[in-house]
């Protein structure tokens, strides 16, 4: 099947879109990238995204409307791919979106209540004639799970090494891991959870430090050249998050702009440069990754497969090394595949299984109660020649 998988993760930087070939089955499936492409969005849509992020901002006629406005905004993506890949709309079977996190509502015990995820698919099937499959997460918290992180179960099935265990690490806004036992072991279970926060702490206070002349420390420049504050370090990893076991979710409600606001304020309360402030922050998010390591991982990890945008920053990834020496740390390009669109490749893999009624979670992996079948479709154009040729296929018939 051709799917397209879209993706706009928490930092809200634009649409990644993912065409994909899937083929086969589990434990035999097969993914091959077809044509990949990033949509970035304007500083004024990313702050009206954020705006939409937070009760004090947020208002329901303004998530009414954004909710369409993504849908466009999607839909022109995927047409825009599609096209570049020398293709037509009716050559596509399904579009697996993500969507854009609103709201991800974890309660004091580490329970997820609720969660919200924005784009409407009946905007996207309408521009595109295409099936869509959206809103993923919410099957995975109503079947008791955390509904993040989706990306584990892809891994799960596609990135497990022979013989030794590997931890598949994404640093996007949020630090997300997946520890993953050998295809030689067949009784060990894989492990998933948000590590803490990734890189929306040090986003948001290099944005505050610069005042707004940069979004991020570029080639980890700053961090660099600062030095760390280990007495505040200290404090600093004392968060509770870092003591609740997994499963566990997080987002930009606990790590985001509001705490990174509260840590360039106290950097500078104690009379910190801003390259200090960013290092020590830079170093909180490192340790917080390689202490999720030492106290959960199931076994000792050979190899971590590195992915997100804080594979870009040196300072933090020297970090990394630094605090887990045992491990080798390699990016998904090692392996053979693209880091900047796996998140988009995750969520057309997902569609595919949803389409095939199978399960897109495990409760190893999120904490669910059962295995789910994950997402809501809505028929485009194709949906009734999709069913059918589905029926036939799977009758082995034509």
């Known amino acids: 099947m051709l799917i397209m998988g879209l993706m706009s993760g928490t930092s809200a930087d634009g649409i990644d879109a993912a065409l994909c070939e899937i083929t086969g089955s589990p434990p035999a499936i097969t993914v091959r990238m077809v044509h990949a492409a990033s949509f970035p969005f304007a500083a ?10 937070w009760p004090e901002t947020g208002r329901v006629d303004a998530i009414c409307q954004l909710n369409f406005e993504l849908g466009e905004r999607f839909a022109g993506a995927a047409l825009d791919t599609i096209a570049a890949a020398g293709l037509t709309p009716d050559q596509i079977d399904l579009i697996g979106c993500h969507g854009q996190t609103i709201w991800h509502q974890v309660e004091p015990d580490g329970r997820v209540s ?3 995820q924005i784009v409407e698919g009946a905007v996207l099937a309408e521009r595109t004639g295409i099936t869509i499959i959206n809103n993923f997460r919410t099957r995975d918290v109503a079947a008791g799970g955390q509904g993040a992180p989706l990306t584990s179960y892809a891994d799960w099935l596609l990135l497990r090494h022979p013989h030794h265990w590997r931890a598949v690490q994404n640093i996007g806004g949020m630090g997300n891991v997946t520890f993953l036992p050998p295809l030689s072991d067949t009784r060990s279970q894989p492990l998933a959870f948000d590590t803490g926060p990734g ?8 944005l505050l430090l610069t005042q707004g002349a940069m979004g991020w420390d570029v080639d980890g420049a700053m961090a660099a050249s600062g030095k760390i504050d280990e007495e505040w370090l200290e404090e600093l990893s004392h968060h509770p998050y870092y003591d609740q076991r997994p499963p566990k979710t997080t987002g930009r409600e606990l790590f985001g702009s509001a705490m990174a606001e509260a840590l360039v304020a106290e950097g500078q309360k104690r009379g910190l440069d801003t390259n200090t402030i960013v290092a020590t922050i830079t170093t909180l998010t490192a ?10 991982a199931p076994a000792p990890v050979a190899e971590i497969i590195l992915g997100g945008g804080g594979r870009h920053n040196p300072a933090l990834v020297g970090m990394l090394q630094s605090m887990l020496p045992a491990a080798v740390i390699r990016t998904h390009e090692d392996i053979g595949l693209d880091s900047d669109n796996k998140e988009a490749l995750v969520f057309a893999l997902l569609a595919h299984e949803t389409w095939h009624a199978r399960p897109g979670s495990i409760p190893a992996l999120t904490g669910t109660q059962h295995p789910v079948v994950l997402g809501q479709i809505t028929p485009g154009d194709n949906y009734a020649d999709l069913l059918r040729r589905t029926w036939f296929a799977n009758r082995g018939e034509s």
């Not at 004024?44 to 992020?53: E, L, N, V, W, Y």
């Open 44 to 53: 004024d849509f990313r702050h009206k995204i954020h705006a939409a992020c």
């Open 114 to 116: 609720a969660t919200l």
């Open 199 to 206: 890189n929306a702490l040090i986003d948001g206070a290099v």
């Open 287 to 296: 340790a917080s990754i390689a202490r999720a390591y030492r106290e959960y």
